[in-house]
């Protein structure tokens, strides 16, 4: 279970998170809140993930693939996902972001140039946000760089706002780190302990470490933030797992990412089941989709090693690995490949053929995977319990799909894929250990 501590606080801090000077402004009560009058709907509060299109590090890095899911996708599935929120938003510059908040469900607000430069700060695009939006009282900030977020860390955190009376809530983490004081270059001094005594180190297990804010959310009531302020008022902290702390931005680069994600990232409501059958299309992603025929009108097609070998895995893993095509293949050349597999091929409804052979296995739709990439593809991609689609799959493939792969068709998507498969099997085998 995620631990909770809560406590007031002494200080106000900035957007940025750095302590500021001086006494929290007095409090006035927020008559949208509800406070002092009689029953009435809830305040409404809003999740609100800021996305703008710009970035000094990696270009349009909110909707960046990670762990074949756009980064943003992460947090937006977390949000909806715990239903604590009357709306859920993208606060956003640019088209191709707005175009994938809407995809997971979000609302879009279109944010304005003067709130999308470089020195803009969050307090700044969420006062505008709130400029737009009379009907929300609370804000849950959420940081799109935060993969590993879980909707029940956002629903302690609403129960904090709405029930224990908090008017900011915002994230922590634990660390067990020693801090020493920094020394300029060129001054001769000696730098001293911070926060140990060099003679007697603790042991991890004998010190409770420190608390460090982690950036994932800043939960905070309207009149606070008009004011000036993400964090004051009664002030408390929501204590995140450590392993949940992810931070793309500050600490952490995106392979060593989609390992954390993969381990312990939130896939969905429903709880993945062991994958027992892959039902992968043929031409697109077995194949690169080019046909070359031979002066004997004999078809010819390539295939890549990898992806074979990818199949190869599957099946000593147990996962039966079957093909389909909705053209007239030819088996024989099929065959030839001696990939062992059974198919279909010629189909005008694959979706009818893959529940014949779920039927046929006596599967539910959460232990079959499906890799696609074309329109035909589409419904067996939102049936299924895992689907996949090569990088260079139709849009409405990618659009219907839960595992974007880097590679192509033909160029190791299979493989790719198989590699994610068993990832989350590994992570299905944890969670039935625990």
Request: hydrophobic content about 35%; some cysteine.
């Amino acid at each position: 279970m995620d631990s909770v501590e809560k406590g007031a606080a002494t200080s106000v801090s900035n957007p940025r998170g750095r302590p500021s000077r001086g006494r929290p402004p007095k409090l006035q009560r927020n008559s949208r809140g509800g406070q002092g009058r009689g029953v009435e709907k809830p305040p409404h509060l809003a999740a609100l993930i800021l996305a703008r299109g710009g970035s000094k590090g990696i270009p349009l890095k909110n909707i960046k693939h990670l762990a074949g899911v756009p980064l943003i996708g992460w947090v937006l599935r977390a949000a909806l996902d715990s239903g604590v929120f009357q709306s859920v938003w993208v606060s956003t510059d640019h088209d191709e972001i707005e175009n994938v908040a809407k995809q997971f469900g979000a609302q879009v607000h279109r944010r304005s140039s003067e709130v999308s430069k470089d020195n803009s700060t969050s307090l700044d695009a969420i006062i505008e946000f709130l400029n737009y939006h009379n009907e929300v009282d609370i804000v849950g900030n959420i940081q799109a760089t935060s993969p590993c977020l879980h909707p029940t860390d956002l629903q302690k955190v609403a129960e904090m706002i709405r029930e224990e009376g908090y008017d900011s809530v915002f994230s922590v983490v634990r660390r067990h780190q020693f801090r020493w004081s920094e020394i300029q270059k060129g001054v001769r001094e000696v730098t001293e302990p911070l926060n140990l005594n060099p003679a007697k180190r603790p042991r991890r297990q004998d010190w409770d470490g420190e608390l460090y804010e982690n950036g994932s959310f800043y939960f905070a009531k309207r009149h606070l933030i008009e004011m000036g302020y993400l964090q004051g008022g009664k002030m408390a902290y929501y204590e995140m797992r450590a392993e949940h702390s992810v931070d793309i931005d500050v600490d952490i680069d995106w392979p060593i990412a989609e390992q954390r994600v993969l381990r312990y990232g939130y896939f969905g409501k429903e709880k993945l089941k062991e994958i027992k059958l892959l039902v992968c299309n043929i031409d697109g992603c077995l194949t690169n989709g080019h046909i070359y025929v031979s002066g004997d009108q004999k078809e010819i097609i390539s295939y890549d090693v990898k992806d074979a070998i990818g199949i190869s895995l599957l099946k000593k893993s147990g996962i039966e690995v079957r093909l389909i095509s909705e053209r007239a293949c030819s088996k024989q050349t099929l065959s030839s490949l001696k990939l062992d597999c059974k198919m279909e091929v010629n189909v005008p409804d694959k979706l009818a053929v893959l529940d014949e052979w779920r039927k046929e296995m006596g599967l539910c739709w959460k232990e079959v995977a499906y890799l696609g990439n074309e329109v035909s593809d589409e419904e067996c991609l939102k049936k299924v319990g895992l689907s996949g689609v090569p990088a260079d799959a139709c849009s409405t493939a990618q659009k219907a799909v839960g595992y974007i792969c880097k590679c192509n068709g033909g160029r190791g998507a299979l493989r790719e894929f198989a590699e994610h498969i068993f990832l989350l099997m590994e992570k299905v085998i944890n969670s039935c250990q625990k």
